[in-house]
């Protein structure tokens, strides 16, 4: 594999892995066989479809019933909790509301967590009502709600981790008659040693006092994204609650067809189906709140009564500006570029999205990104030296206290 050129530093963990398929030419497969599945809920029952019985374990997008109307009562009702945790008479007398969306980007979230951990050197870190996750994001957003205690495992996560940790090549025959070109097992084993039982326990707890933790996956049968509410998942007591948070982070980085998608089992009147999960970032980089929110907000300050002062922090796990490259003319090379393009797209339309949205609520909007002064390079997915190089970036910046981008560069 050809080195990695300085300004290659903006592929995410997505685009590099479209290049798997070379890593295992000389790869042995077990079988030729397709990888089967139970039935795929039928469209017009996707909404009653339940994974644990939990009535709001997850939001749907255009559903009358779980849809973004849900997720709004959701948001009031952990402020109610909220409230009550902080000992206060009501939600406007709280001092303020910090949010953290964290986007996707592959090994690049090694940026993310060395920005947090710095974060936490500097001493201004906030305690996040809100924290949101996509891919990578979702690996890194429970480390990030849970607080600074947590920074030393995450920065394992990042720094420590191998790309044998992640994936493991099935060679061009598997790519071909498998679901994906790697097996991810390594990478749910390594989730799974990292969110054990008493992180899902510091979570429902997190949960209970008000504060809320979301990943998005994204649902190919439905072709619909899917925000999962992991706190409530976590404070459940069902016994199935630990395995379905590590699953669903494993789903959220799920990149299609580099790494098999997660397919959850679900019921519908009883009866057993099974959903097909891949990364939330086929959907969006980076979500935080739903606009009902908003113009909840705007309604209160238009009718004169307090509105909490707000922040959204957002972590853009990559670069925000264009990346020349010189493609050859031939399938491949123009495939790949076409899809980074679509990629970079996507995260410059998302981080613009929640900037209009702040603007328009009276939010106050912070960005961090990978700048043109990283000029790391890598030669293979999750490479660890990069991951450490792109680390201590982020967390010398944010150290010193970090300069957060007031708008997209646009």
Known sequence: MPHARANDVTRTGRRSLLRL????????????????????????????????????????????????????????????????????RRFQDMARYDMLGVSGGGENGAFGAGLLCGWTEQGTRPTFELVTGVSTGALTA????????????????????????????????????????????????????HLDER?????????????????????????????????????SGHPGALD??????????????????????????????QEMHVDGGAYAQVFLYPRQLGEARRQRAARGIRTVPASAYVIRNGRLDPEWASVDRRTLPIAGRAISTM??????????????????????????????????????????????????????RARRGYDWTKQPPI
């Not at 042995?28 to 374990?57: D, F, K, M, Y």
């Not at 749907?60 to 902080?86: C, I, K, Y």
């Not at 994204?225 to 976590?234: D, E, L, S, Y």
């Not at 609520?361 to 002064?373: E, H, K, Q, T």
């Open 343 to 396: 990629i970079a797209a996507s995260g410059l339309n998302d981080v613009v999205r929640i900037w209009n949205n702040t603007q328009r609520d009276g939010v106050d909007y912070n960005l961090a990104f990978i700048g043109r002064d990283f000029t790391g390079t890598y030669t293979e997915p999750f490479e660890q030296a990069y991951m450490r190089q792109l680390f201590d970036y982020g967390f010398q």
């Open 244 to 273: 379905l948070v590590r699953r669903l982070l494993l789903a959220s980085a799920a990149i299609p067809g580099a790494f098999p998608p997660v397919m959850i089992d679900v019921t519908v009147d009883g009866q057993p189906h």
């Open 21 to 88: 398929g070379a890593l295992g030419a000389t790869g042995l497969v077990a079988g030729c066989s397709s990888p089967q599945r139970s039935p795929a809920v039928p469209h017009e029952r996707e909404a009653e479809a339940t994974v644990l019985g939990i009535p709001n374990e997850r939001f749907f997008f255009g559903s009358p019933t779980r849809g973004m109307d849900a997720l709004e009562r959701e948001f009031e009702a952990a402020a109610a909790r909220r409230v009550r945790h902080l000992g206060l």
């Open 142 to 193: 429970p480390f990030a709600f849970l607080g600074s205690d947590w920074d030393a495992p995450l920065k394992s996560v990042y720094t420590d981790i191998t790309p044998a940790q992640v994936l493991e090549s099935r060679g061009i025959l598997g790519a071909v008659f498998n679901d994906a070109m790697a097996d991810n097992a390594p990478l749910f084993e390594t989730i799974s040693r």
């Open 199 to 235: 992180m899902r326990a510091a979570i429902a707890q997190a949960y209970q006092e008000g504060r809320l933790l979301l990943v998005a996956s994204t649902n190919l049968d439905a072709q619909m994204p899917v925000i999962w509410n992991i706190g409530a998942i976590a404070a």
